[in-house]
């Protein structure tokens, strides 16, 4: 089989980026192993997550399908009360202005964008990715597939865009530079649902019930409240996985018990805690894979890189990283960079020193412009960003400091 670009993943990353390559006129065929609806753990949408989705047309899709609205986030600290961070977005006159979005069941809203991008045109075939196919200069020229019915099959393609999630289906694979552990390596989240929990009221942003609300017991120990319909709620504890292995307790026992321990607040809003989903774990999930462009290939989302489920980038990334490849990818198939050793080296550079600057916000756990604008004044002109040096120096310095990402 024989089509322009693969995409490896039917997760939000690669709907999404299938929805944008139709729009350039593409018609990309979509490799899923997994059989949807299917769980998936990240429910909470940034604002600018819900500008990309209405960008996509699907206001309209999400609005009739009752997901809960979210206008901002409540964070509960241990000695400081609470705070309320708004959902703003930028409008056409460059001014911040209030927003809305959505948290979603994940099983129905990856659903909804996998029919979707089928719906407009995109070709869905259920296998597992299992190789990648390799001209003898090392680009990549499409994939091996493994079918439901144990049979293989080539797909060979222009662009392979990798979208599969924590696989990180290229960088095991060894296509890609290496893959490093991120700042949040030793973290583990611990995560169910419950039902009938107590939301706030509504009349205000504030007080809206679809409202995301975070717990902090200390900076590395915390727990989020993501209402997904009007009953069900999704609850996770995000702790050092040493403190989870000390407990010596099964994933229900630990969640249930830290849902009424960590903050009188959370355990005020459940007072008597039943999971309705199963309680699942991820450990180490912070990582970032270099390199993540090359010829014939392009990594998006998760596939690249995650940095911890604070402040809901995740979908964000995924579909924004979706929207920005588009353009290029066009500009690709119809010969531009074709010749070049990474014909998406300034994409994939300014990928990274975007998500650069949010890892920096989560880790400094302020807007990272005003940690830039005020260290050097400071800590002196020679200050380079503590959590990544490179942030602050020119491209070229970054490129020639990380040479496998040219
Ligand atoms: C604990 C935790 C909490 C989170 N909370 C939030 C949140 O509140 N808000 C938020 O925005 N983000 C959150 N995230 C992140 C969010 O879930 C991800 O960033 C998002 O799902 C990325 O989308 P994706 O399309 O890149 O990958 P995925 O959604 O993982 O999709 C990848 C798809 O690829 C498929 N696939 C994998 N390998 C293959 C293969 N070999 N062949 C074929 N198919 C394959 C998978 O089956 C899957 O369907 C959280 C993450 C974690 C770990």
Redesign the pocket.
């Known amino acids: 089989m024989k089509t322009p670009v693969a995409i ?7 709907s999404a980026s299938a929805m944008f390559l139709l729009r350039e006129g593409i018609k990309p065929v979509i ?4 059989s949807f609806p ?1 769980y ?7 604002g600018e ?1 819900g500008a990309v989705l209405r960008v996509l047309g699907l206001e309209p899709d999400m609005l009739s399908r009752k997901h809960p609205i979210k206008h901002g986030l409540h964070v509960f600290g241990q000695a400081k009360g609470s705070w309320w961070v708004p959902v703003m977005a930028r409008g056409d006159d460059g001014n911040l202005q209030f927003q809305s979005t959505w948290q979603v069941p994940r099983a129905e809203f ?1 659903q909804a964008l996998q029919d979707e991008a089928v719906a407009r045109g995109a070709t869905l075939i259920q ?3 299992t190789r990648p196919l390799l001209r003898d200069d090392g680009a990549v020229r499409g994939v091996e597939v493994r079918m439901a019915d144990g049979g293989t099959q080539e797909i060979e393609s222009e662009l392979l865009l990798d ?5 990180t ?1 290229l960088a095991n694979a060894g296509v890609t530079g290496p893959k490093y552990l991120g700042s949040y390596d030793k973290q583990i ?1 611990i ?1 169910s649902q419950i039902k009938g929990g107590i939301r706030d009221v509504g009349g205000t942003r504030e007080t809206a019930p679809g409202n995301t609300l975070i717990f902090y017991k200390k900076k590395y120990h915390w727990a ?1 409240w ?1 209402p997904i319909d009007d009953e069900t709620t999704s609850v ?1 504890i995000v702790c050092p996985a040493a403190y989870f292995v000390e407990q010596k307790e099964s994933k229900a026992a630990f969640i249930t018990r830290e849902l009424h321990e960590l903050h009188p607040e959370l355990k005020r809003r459940i007072p008597e805690v039943k999971l309705v989903e199963e309680a699942r774990a ?1 450990p180490n ?1 912070s990582y970032q894979v270099r390199g993540f462009c090359g010829k014939g290939f392009l990594c ?4 690249h890189r ?1 940095i911890d ?1 604070i402040f ?7 579909v924004k990283e979706a929207q920005r490849v588009a353009p290029l990818v066009k500009a690709y198939l119809d010969g531009a960079n074709r010749d070049a050793p990474n014909p998406f080296a300034d994409y994939q550079l300014a990928c990274e020193q975007g998500l650069d600057v949010l890892e920096d916000t989560i880790v400094l756990g302020a807007p990272a412009r005003v940690w830039h604008a005020v260290a050097p004044a400071l800590l002196g002109p020679d200050h380079r960003c503590v959590c990544r040096p490179h942030l602050r120096e020119p491209a070229l310095a970054d490129r020639d400091r990380f040479p496998q990402a040219a």
């Open positions: 490896i993943g039917g997760g939000p990353g690669g490799i899923e192993k997994t299917r998936h753990i990240g429910e909470s949408m940034s997550c990856d296998a597992r990715a979208c599969s999630g924590q696989s289906f989240a995560f989020w993501i996770g991820i999930y998006i989302g998760d596939a995650f489920p809901s980038f995740g979908l964000f990334i995924a």
